[in-house]
Each structure stands twice: as C-alpha cells, then as structure tokens.
C-alpha cells in the first residue's frame, strides 16, 4: 500500500511512472478496499477462534462435572450397599430375617451367613467415635 501510494504521489507531482505503475495506480482503491476486507475478515476469524476456545472450556467444564456427578453416584451406591450390609452383622436384624418378621423376608441360615461374611469382608469397621 506504501508503494502505491508513493506511486500515486508521484504522478500528482507530474512524474513520468512506467505502465506497471500506472496500472499499479489505477487499481490503488481496489487495493486498499481488499486490505481493508482482509482486516475484517481476520477479525472475523479471531472472534471465531475466541467463540471457539470458550466453548472448547465450557464443554471440559461440562464434561469434567458430569464425570464428578458420576463418581458422586457411585461412591453414593456403594455407602448404600455398605449400610445395607453392615445391618447384616447386628443381632436384631439377624433374628428377623431368620424367622421373617418385622418387614424382613425370611432367609435360610446358609444365605443369611453368606451375607453377614460377605459384609464382614467387603465393609471396614466402623469408628463410631468420629
């Protein structure tokens, strides 16, 4: 664009210019309106490429929140199967699945203790002090 616009200084001041930089010349309006169109359409980019990186953040945002949800479930399920295996050590709840009583379904002897040595392996002691 300095080029040309010497170019065109130059021919106001009367100089002679060659035929390549005449025509140089004649074109400098449409020169600087493509300057001026690349300037827009690199802005255009660059605001694409900033939508682009903020939804590339929002969506491991997302994603990392979903798998936390996911963990959230799991260990929530687990806490659950620990509580509901633990009742199995207690006495009281023992009687009333031996006999069936109480809301209890009735359990044989062999599944009842397959269940208290199941809880017994799969949950820690408790520290009620905490």
């Known amino acids: 664009q300095l080029k040309l616009e010497d170019y065109k200084d130059r ?12 025509e140089a010349v004649e074109k400098y309006d ?3 309106h493509n300057l001026e169109f690349a300037k827009e359409l690199q802005k255009t980019f660059s605001g694409l490429s900033q939508d682009l990186l903020k939804a590339q953040k929002k ?5 990392s929140l979903l798998k936390l949800e996911a963990e959230k479930k799991k260990l ?16 009281h709840v023992q009687k009333d699945f ?11 002897s062999k599944e009842l203790d397959y269940l208290i040595r199941f809880a017994k392996l799969t949950c820690p002691e408790r520290n009620e002090n905490l």
């Open 11 to 22: 021919l106001k001041k009367g100089e002679a210019l060659n035929q390549d930089q005449l």
């Open 30 to 32: 449409e020169v600087v």
């Open 59 to 63: 969506a491991l945002r997302r994603e």
């Open 76 to 91: 929530r399920t687990i806490l659950q199967v620990q509580y509901v295996l633990q009742n199995f050590t207690q006495e």
């Open 98 to 108: 031996k006999g069936g009583v109480n809301g209890a379904i009735y359990l044989p």
